[in-house]
């Protein structure tokens, strides 16, 4: 079996939906920055986090999914 962590999770999940990742972590350095950015998350928030800034994050999604839709049929 073995071990899946969180930046394995959301990968298997990309494959499968199409949606996109807000990575909320304790490990936003090393060998884990990188792996995250390879999936294209909306944002990576550092714990501990600013409750307001996972709002705006949150918030935003939307109007970034729209940028990107835009931006493919140009």
Not at 35 to 44: C, F, S, T
Request: no cysteine.
């Amino acid at each position: 079996a073995g071990t899946v962590d969180g930046i394995e999770a959301a990968r298997r999940i990309l494959e499968a939906e199409n949606t996109r990742i807000v990575f909320v972590t304790a490990y936003a350095d090393g060998d884990h920055r990188p792996r995250m950015n390879a999936l294209n998350p909306m944002g990576v928030l550092s714990k501990p986090y600013d409750h307001g800034e996972l709002a705006r994050l949150v918030a935003s999604v939307p109007r970034r999914r729209a940028q990107e839709a835009s931006a493919r049929s140009a």
